[in-house]
């Protein structure tokens, strides 16, 4: 019920590129915001990228200009593809859906996947 689930982690070198995955079920995936966040080890989870039901996107300072979210409703997916790829982007990324029916809106969470960029 109710799952995500990432795909599509790795190993990059400085200025490569990797593509993001997150699958939904259980639930109506349209609605829903959709976000990327990332955490590396010793660090808070921070938020990289959003995108509304509608395909409305956000992205914090650091990433834009080199990561695009986009999603495919009908089929309840969100990708992250990322280009031009910085040690400082080593994370574990995680795919999130937000409920915003509830006050505050309810999330939920994938278990995340690895990205390592190093040469």
């Known amino acids: 019920q109710e799952k995500l689930v990432e795909s599509g982690g790795g190993l990059v070198q400085p200025g490569g590129s990797l593509r993001l995955s997150c699958a939904a079920s259980?639930?109506?995936?349209?609605?829903?915001?959709m976000g990327w966040y990332r955490q590396a080890p010793g660090k808070q989870r921070e938020l990289v990228a959003t995108i509304t039901a509608g395909g409305s996107t956000d992205y914090i300072d650091s990433v834009r200009g080199r990561f695009t979210i986009s999603r495919d409703n009908a089929k309840d997916t969100v990708d992250l593809q990322m280009n031009n790829l910085e040690p400082a982007d080593t994370a574990v990324y995680y795919c999130?859906?937000?409920?915003?029916?509830?006050?505050?809106?309810?999330?939920?969470w994938g278990q995340g996947t690895q990205v390592t960029v190093s040469s």
């Open positions: 259980g639930r109506i995936f349209s609605p829903y915001t």
């Open positions: 999130n859906a937000r409920n915003s029916y509830y006050t505050p809106p309810h999330d939920f």
